[in-house]
């Protein structure tokens, strides 16, 4: 072997002893550099066979700070200090050969496809794919050291010469140059990957310290601690009983609320988009503004705010007993929902922006909200539209018409697919003309609904449209202008009346609606140029 081999990986061991029987030692650890997965070894230092490194061996670079990172305040410095660092990949160059016997192509073979497979095949799917738990590593042990290091590899390639496979058929013996380039991580672990101490979280940016194993951060809280969040500073905060502390990077302290006074346990808290942190407690919630000041954020809960979660519409929605509160974005709170059966103790938000709630021996989840739908309904039978003129009601028979403005009543009856309780955001009557007219900016009506569950069929009896009842709501409708006949012309719009009816508590879709268009006193005409002649649902 060469002599940058000796130099850099050591020799075996020799003793040597003098004439007072000391005895000097040289490394005794043969030399390891190898990339595996646990599974698969590729020896990258084989002293026959294999690969062997070429040149002047291979010195691990050190990793590039990025920049970036998490910075905080520092008490003993101006402005914030770095908490946590960031560093870029590191990619190094191996040059190998690959040393076999001249008779075994095969050996050739099985070593280029390992280090390949375990390079650009496995260590990459372990980064992109949540099923692979199985990692990729460099292993390395040089002289003088009395531990094995460890880096995660993130990929590598192999590049080999242009006449490969001429010197695996005909040759054999020696395959050089050969180019090993490897993406890893910056750092390197004390102990092997999936192993206890060397647990790694699966990103590009590591820490210093992979030790992850737990110790007593503080025993200064006299008592139960229910909640922790941490603010833009990195400052962290603990609920506990009537008690909150602060971690300000060295130490925990008990956290001065005044002028608020604890009433209670803080048993959850969340820190808000604008940098301020809420605090749950019995009955209330406080609130610590990113400027330090305490204050009561609100009293509207009924018993201990178990959870608080922060919504990406910006919404805070907290749990208490036997309800769900919520705070908007304009800071005004209230009941979301009275659905759970006892205290809410965890609230968490999905991908899909709902809430889920965590009671006793239920989980509730947010609804979706409502999609809009655009529906258009058209009468289907003589008996769903008629006028009343006085006391006497009239349903046309098909191919007739219905008279607006010059009659005191006319109504049109639908089957509305609308579930109960939905939003109604505009409803309009759509009437086509069946002869020209003209309209004084003095005819004037109003449209209402019957205030019914599922309204009747019109039939031809006195009084048979005045004498339903109509909803409060309504909404004036002027008929000025001129109109030509075959033309449509729309209504305003009367939601409010049409939402009146979707609100009832026996209203269910497939049900009828009965849309009423009264004429005022002062509107009513029996001049025939006037009126609104309107084809009727089968004209």
């Not at 989840?365 to 539209?385: F, G, I």
């Not at 046309?396 to 009856?413: C, E, H, K, S, T």
């Not at 009437?431 to 003095?442: E, F, K, P, Q």
Request: charged share 20%; proline share 4%; aromatic share 10%.
């Amino acid at each position: 072997m060469p002599s940058w081999f000796d130099s850099w990986f050591g020799v075996p061991t020799t003793v040597t002893l003098t004439s007072t029987s000391r005895v000097t030692t040289q490394s005794t650890q043969a030399a390891v550099l190898r990339i595996t997965d646990g599974d698969w070894i590729a020896n990258l230092t084989n002293a026959n066979a294999g690969w062997i490194l070429l040149g002047d061996g291979w010195t691990p670079r050190t990793a590039a700070f990025k920049g970036g990172g998490y910075y905080s305040k520092s008490a003993m410095a101006h402005g914030n200090q770095l908490r946590h660092a960031q560093f870029d990949n590191v990619i190094e160059s191996l040059r190998l050969k690959l040393d076999f016997e001249a008779d075994s192509s095969d050996l050739m073979i099985n070593q280029i496809d390992m280090l390949e497979e375990l390079g650009m095949v496995r260590a990459p799917r372990y980064w992109t794919d949540r099923r692979c738990h199985s990692p990729v590593w460099i292993e390395r042990q040089m002289n003088n050291e009395t531990g094995t290091a460890y880096c995660l590899v993130n990929q590598a390639r192999l590049t080999l010469p242009d006449d490969t496979w001429n010197t695996c058929v005909h040759s054999g013996g020696v395959l050089e140059p050969c180019l090993l380039v490897v993406d890893r991580q910056p750092f390197w672990l004390g102990a092997q990957p999936g192993t206890a101490q060397g647990n790694v979280e699966v990103s590009a940016e590591q820490a210093w310290d992979y030790n992850l194993l737990w110790a007593v951060e503080s025993a200064a809280p006299a008592g139960y601690i229910f909640c922790f969040v941490e603010d833009r500073y990195g400052d962290i905060f603990a609920g506990g009983e009537s008690e909150i502390y602060r971690w300000n990077g060295t130490a925990w302290a008990s956290e001065a609320t005044a002028p608020v006074a604890l009433a209670g346990n803080v048993t959850s808290a969340v820190l808000m988009n604008n940098d301020d942190i809420l605090f749950g407690e019995d009955g209330r919630v406080i609130r610590l503004s990113a400027a330090g000041v305490w204050s009561v954020e609100t009293t509207e809960p009924s018993g201990q705010v178990e959870a608080l979660v922060l919504a990406d519409t910006g919404q805070v929605f907290a749990g208490d007993n036997g309800q769900i509160l919520v705070r908007d974005t304009d800071g005004t709170w209230s009941v979301e929902s009275t659905l759970p059966g006892g205290y809410v103790y965890s609230l968490a938000q999905l991908s899909t922006g709902r809430v889920l709630a965590g009671g006793v021996g239920e989980i509730l989840r947010q609804a979706d909200p409502p999609t809009s739908t655009d529906l258009e309904v058209v009468l289907t039978a003589a008996a769903d539209n008629g006028e009343q003129y006085n006391t006497a009601c009239y349903v046309p028979p098909d191919g007739q018409d219905i008279d607006l403005f010059n009659r005191n009543y006319a109504a049109f009856r639908f089957v509305l697919d609308v579930p109960a309780g939905a939003q109604v955001n505009s409803a309009q009557l759509r009437c086509m003309l069946r002869g020209s007219a003209v309209c004084g900016t003095s005819l004037a009506a109003r449209i209402y609904c019957q205030d019914a569950d599922d309204a009747s069929a019109l039939a031809a009896t006195d009084n048979n449209i005045s004498g339903r009842t109509l909803t409060t709501a309504y909404v004036p409708w002027q008929a000025t202008g001129k109109h030509r006949r075959n033309r449509w012309f729309y209504s305003p719009d009367f939601a409010n009346a049409l939402q009146e009816v979707v609100d009832r508590s026996g209203w269910a879709t497939g049900q009828h609606v009965l849309v009423v268009v009264r004429c005022d006193d002062t509107g009513y005409s029996t001049d025939h140029a006037y009126r609104r002649q309107i084809w009727d649902w089968n004209g």
